[in-house]
């Protein structure tokens, strides 16, 4: 069974916009990751934050987490048409060391 | 340094078959997970090795089994395949144990079951 839940499942922007998705889970976590994968391809990590972080940087991504609301949420500022792609959530939860990943957000850039 | 390498990178199979996939993770990474993505279920758990042992099980049946050799690699195996054994497995390595460690993911197997 999936631990997060993404949302929007699809989106669709223009290039120069930014992209705001959501990850919501469901237990208590060490950390959260985001990934990213282009059509059929393997998974390329984007952001690891952890349970005791707020809020992350890199590059053009911004990653923000509340453990309160057991939610995060990914954006990335002035997309780009490489930007397409599926985005997931992974997290980790207390006294496991899986990683469980959730059902992702499609986000359509165009030129 | 080289990343993850799966192979094969496709392939078909017919109802009944077994299959065998392997992994090489990047070196130096002890741990080896395997995850099954398939447009319903998404991507699901499989299973973890570290140090040559399972760590940890997803909810799969037991045709579906695994192992990791002294150089870290990987490979699983499905036996007895099942139409609803088609999609992209994907295998990924990390420094330790995953849910504390980024993953490196390589390019996947797709299999196709007849």
């Known amino acids: 069974s999936q631990q997060g839940e993404e949302d929007p499942q699809a989106l669709s922007i223009q290039e120069g916009e930014n992209a705001t998705m959501n990850c919501s889970y469901k237990?208590?976590?060490?950390?959260l990751q985001w990934y990213r994968q282009n059509s059929g391809r393997g998974l390329v990590h984007l952001i690891l934050?952890?349970?005791?972080?707020r809020e992350k940087h890199s590059g053009r991504l911004r990653v923000t987490l509340d453990t309160s609301k057991k939610s995060s949420s990914l954006l990335i500022t002035a997309s780009r048409a490489a930007d397409t792609a599926s985005y997931f959530c992974?997290?980790?939860?207390?006294?496991?060391?899986?990683?469980?990943f959730g059902t992702g957000t499609r986000l359509q850039v165009f030129p | 340094k080289a990343g993850v390498t799966q192979t094969p990178r496709y392939l078909i199979k017919t109802r009944g078959q077994q299959v065998t996939l392997s992994c090489s993770p990047i070196?130096?990474?002890?741990?080896v997970s395997w995850y099954q993505q398939t447009p319903g279920q998404g991507l699901q758990f499989l299973f973890e090795y570290f140090s040559e042992t399972q760590r940890n099980k997803g909810n799969f049946p037991g045709r579906f089994s695994g192992r990791q050799f002294s150089n870290s690699r990987s490979e699983m195996n499905v036996s007895t395949l099942e139409l609803g054994d088609s999609a992209l497995y994907l295998c990924?390595?990390?420094?330790?144990?995953?849910?504390?460690?980024?993953?490196?993911f390589g390019p996947g197997t797709r299999l196709t079951v007849t």
């Open positions: 992974a997290t980790a939860a207390y006294n496991t060391d899986k990683l469980i």
């Open positions: 070196s130096g990474h002890r741990s």
């Open positions: 934050i952890r349970s005791n972080e």
């Open positions: 237990t208590s976590i060490n950390n």
């Open positions: 990924a390595s990390s420094l330790a144990l995953g849910g504390d460690y980024e993953q490196y």
